[in-house]
T-cell receptor, first 117, second 114 residues
Framework: ETGVTQSPTHLIKTRGQQVTLRCSSQ?????VSWYQQALGQGPQFIFQ???????GRGNFPPRFSGLQFPNYSSELNVNALELDDSALYLC????????????????FGPGTRLTVL | AQKVTQAQTEISVVEKEDVTLDCVYE???????LFWYKQPPSGELVFLIR??????QNEISGRYSWNFQKSTSSFNFTITASQVVDSAVYFC???????????FGKGTHLIIQP
């Protein structure tokens, strides 16, 4: 069974640029969630996708957007990068439906470390 | 609003000592789930345990044990006979009934010295 994978591992961008991060969910999982983890902090929920539709969103501005594809893989896009966007971006996948999303265990990938200069 | 507090920023113990990591949570939901994750230096969050709000039975798994007390809104985690490989940042997290993503605490950095 393949776990959650993310690419790239590391990324360096400059302020104002756009970035796309990618995630492949664990086999059998149809829900993907994205989190931002600043240095020394706990992860913060960005949004969640279930069967290609956004299924919940945290307190992040619209320049954070996402997609989920028919094979349940997902992308996180961030426009107009700011210095404060520098963080570890974690993707998590989980099985189940919107009715069970509060109880499902989320399994995390290794993350993408984004540095904005 | 939901909140998870891990008051211990860093704990350092000598190998083989027992150590307890504290977690206190706030939620208005009557149905919710609590989780513990471990984050080694590699960065990947590793799932350890899930507990629902209706199950206050404490659990032991090898050297790990968890103490869930709804009356004090606490979900503490104990490692018995700690080992150097237990060194990591440990996060407590909460998912409420609406399932609007996990709410994490700030984490406790556990250092096990040989």
């Amino acid at each position: 069974e393949t776990g959650v994978t993310q690419s790239p591992t590391h990324l360096i961008k400059t302020r104002g640029q756009q970035v796309t991060l990618r995630c492949s969910s664990q086999s059998g999982h149809n829900t993907v969630s994205w989190y931002q983890q600043a240095l020394g902090q706990g992860p913060q929920f960005i949004f969640q996708y279930y069967r290609e539709e956004e299924n919940g969103r945290g307190n992040f501005p619209p320049r954070f957007s996402g997609l989920q594809f028919p094979n349940y893989s997902s992308e996180l896009n961030v426009n107009a990068l700011e210095l404060d966007d520098s963080a570890l971006y974690l993707c998590a996948s989980s099985p189940g439906t919107p009715r069970t999303r509060h109880s499902d265990t989320q399994y995390f990938g290794p993350g993408t470390r984004l540095t904005v200069l | 609003a939901q909140k998870v507090t891990q008051a211990q920023t860093e704990i350092s113990v000598v190998e083989k000592e027992d150590v307890t990591l504290d977690c206190v949570y706030e939620t208005r939901d009557t149905t919710y789930y609590l989780f513990w994750y471990k984050q080694p230096p590699s960065g990947e969050l590793v799932f350890l345990i899930r507990r629902n709000s209706f199950d206050e039975q404490n659990e032991i798994s090898g050297r790990y044990s968890w103490n869930f007390q709804k009356s004090t809104s606490s979900f503490n985690f104990t490692i018995t006979a700690s080992q150097v490989v237990d060194s990591a940042v440990y996060f407590c997290a909460l998912n409420g009934y609406r399932g609007d993503g996990l709410t994490f605490g700030k984490g406790t950095h556990l250092i096990i010295q040989p």
